[in-house]
């Protein structure tokens, strides 16, 4: 069997994320971070396949698929812009995108870390910074 895709808009993935909160308010954002991860696991393994260019190839698979227009890795730090879950909030939105951010790191170190939104453009930043730490 083919391997399938589909395709979500912003404008639908924004009303799952309003459906959701609907109904556990600001405890599913811990299910979108799992959602990120299980994408970002898939992606990762892609990515190893030239582990000389991991964290390029990361950035493209994440460009190709839409979850940013462009995105920077550094060895602590993520900087994106366009991130695909960008709504106007007093929080942070991007939980899937740092879920997938949070796998790319794991599966590359091969240890635990921890990926922290420290900006969104969700607030009216210009961009969306997440820092990454070893666990």
């Not at 589909?6 to 979108?32: N, P, W």
């Not at 695909?84 to 995108?97: F, G, N, Q, Y």
């Amino acid at each position: 069997m083919a391997l399938r895709q589909v395709k979500i808009d912003q404008t639908e993935l924004r009303q799952i994320k309003e459906l959701y909160e609907g109904v556990m308010s600001h405890a599913c954002h811990g299910l979108f971070f799992k959602e990120g991860s299980v994408i970002g696991g898939n992606m990762a393994e892609e990515a190893l396949k030239d582990r000389a260019h991991y964290f390029d190839r990361a950035a493209r698979l994440l460009e190709e698929r839409g979850w940013v227009e462009e995105v920077r890795f550094s060895d602590h730090e993520v900087v994106a812009r366009g991130s695909i879950e960008v709504a106007p909030s007093d929080i942070a939105t991007c939980h899937r995108l740092r879920g997938i951010l949070r796998e790319f790191y794991e599966r590359f170190k091969g240890e635990r870390v921890k990926c922290t939104e420290e900006a969104c453009a969700s607030t009216g930043q210009r961009e969306c910074h997440f820092r990454v730490e070893e666990l």
